[in-house]
Structures are given as C-alpha cells and as structure tokens.
C-alpha cells in the first residue's frame, strides 16, 4: 500500500470519525432537547393539575358561600317577618293597661249618674294612654298662640281679629303631632288675620 492509499485511507477514517462524533452529538442534541420538552411537559402537566385543584376548591368554596348566603337571606327574612309581626309588641303591652281602664270606666259608666266622675276618669285614661305613647317618642305639635307655621299647622279657618297679630293660631280643631321629631300629622288650626278696612267701613 502505497503512500496515497494510507493517506486517503486515513482521511477516510478521520471523516467516519468526524461522522460519527457530528452523529453522536446530534443524537445527544437530540436526547437533551427530548428530556427538555418532556421536563417541560411534566411540569405544564404538574401546573394543570394544580390549576385544577384550584378550581375544585374554588368551586366548592363557591358552593359553600352560595348555602351559607342562602342561610343567611333566609334568617334575615325570619328576623324581618318577627319585626313586623312583634316589632310594636312593647308599645302594646303598655297599653293594655289603657284598655283595661277604659273597659272599667264603661263599665263604671253603665252602673252610675256621676257624670263628673266618669270624665274624671276618662281624663285619667287619656293621659295614661298619652304617657305611653310619649315613652314612644310621641309628642303634641304646639299650635294655640304660636305664630302660623306651614311646616306645622294646616289652616283651616281664618278669622280677622284686630286685637292680635296677623298669623297666629287662635284656636285648634284638630290637634298634631310629631313622632321622634318627624311630622306625622299637622295641627289643623284657625289663623288670626287683619280685619278688612273696607268691610269696617262699610259696617260703620
């Protein structure tokens, strides 16, 4: 073998060397690339599990809060219909009191020609009856001889007098009242007004 063949032999072998290493190092390329992905894939699948571990907590957190509101609305509305029902309870208690006199003064009335007497205990009854009401924030609307307040008073009648001033409540028809400081009913009221000069003058 000549000199030739032993260095194109040598080249030869230096290529399939070089081959093989490009080969093996591809595959080995290849190999990190595929244990990469599959890390990767691993640990998306690991994330998705607990996204949907997440999920189910949440959702049956979800469905607890749901129960629990539900639960909640229902006493409230327990608590809401109590009020109404029994809410005035209290003031009504108090008044029994007030019923029971009344029925005894009737029955008093029935069995008696004391006329004062029965007012007398009427007028007790009254402000009995207007003693408790006070406990629950009622209270009378001042009228007669306050100046005419539109906020307060509803003029029913005028009357022209020329020995008072001009809008001041002379009298009340129907009393009015106030309940915690809130309007409730206005005292329906005669107001005092000038005397027209042209009806003196003509009665002159």
Same mark, same amino acid.
């Given at each position: 073998?000549?000199?030739?063949?032993?260095? +194109?032999?040598?080249?030869?072998?230096?290529?399939?060397?070089?081959?093989?290493?490009?080969?093996?190092?591809?595959?080995? +390329?290849?190999?990190?690339?595929?244990?990469?992905? @599959?890390?990767?894939?691993?640990?998306?699948?690991?994330?998705?599990?607990?996204?949907?571990?997440?999920?189910?907590?949440?959702?049956?957190?979800?469905?607890?809060?749901?129960?629990?509101? +539900? #639960? /909640?609305?229902?006493?409230?509305?327990? +608590?809401?219909? @109590?009020?109404?029902?029994?809410?005035?309870?209290?003031?009504?208690?108090?008044?029994?009191?007030?019923?029971?006199?009344?029925?005894?003064?009737?029955?008093?009335?029935?069995?008696? @020609?004391?006329?004062?007497?029965?007012?007398?205990?009427? #007028?007790?009854?009254? #402000?009995? /009856?207007?003693?408790?009401?006070?406990?629950?924030?009622?209270?009378?609307?001042?009228?007669?001889?306050?100046? /005419? =307040?539109? #906020?307060?008073?509803?003029? /029913?009648?005028?009357?022209?007098?020329? =020995?008072?001033?001009?809008?001041?409540?002379?009298?009340?028809?129907?009393?009015?009242?106030?309940?915690?400081?809130?309007?409730?009913?206005?005292?329906?009221?005669?107001?005092?007004?000038?005397?027209?000069?042209?009806?003196?003058?003509?009665?002159?």
């Amino acid at each position: 073998m000549d000199i030739k063949d032993e260095k +194109e032999k040598e080249q030869r072998f230096t290529k399939e060397n070089e081959d093989t290493e490009i080969k093996t190092e591809q595959k080995h +390329e290849e190999h990190k690339k595929k244990k990469k992905k @599959d890390e990767q894939l691993e640990e998306l699948t690991r994330q998705l599990q607990e996204k949907e571990e997440t999920i189910k907590s949440l959702q049956e957190r979800l469905l607890y809060l749901q129960a629990d509101f +539900e #639960n /909640f609305k229902k006493l409230k509305n327990k +608590e809401k219909q @109590d009020l109404l029902k029994f809410g005035n309870e209290v003031l009504i208690k108090e008044l029994l009191p007030v019923i029971d006199n009344l029925e005894r003064a009737l029955d008093h009335s029935s069995k008696t @020609d004391d006329y004062k007497g029965i007012h007398e205990g009427v #007028n007790l009854v009254l #402000n009995e /009856f207007l003693r408790v009401l006070e406990r629950a924030g009622l209270s009378r609307v001042e009228a007669v001889g306050k100046k /005419f =307040d539109p #906020n307060l008073h509803e003029a /029913f009648y005028q009357e022209e007098r020329d =020995d008072v001033e001009p809008d001041i409540v002379l009298s009340e028809l129907q009393k009015g009242y106030m309940l915690n400081g809130r309007l409730i009913r206005p005292a329906m009221v005669t107001v005092s007004k000038k005397p027209d000069i042209n009806v003196q003058k003509e009665k002159e």
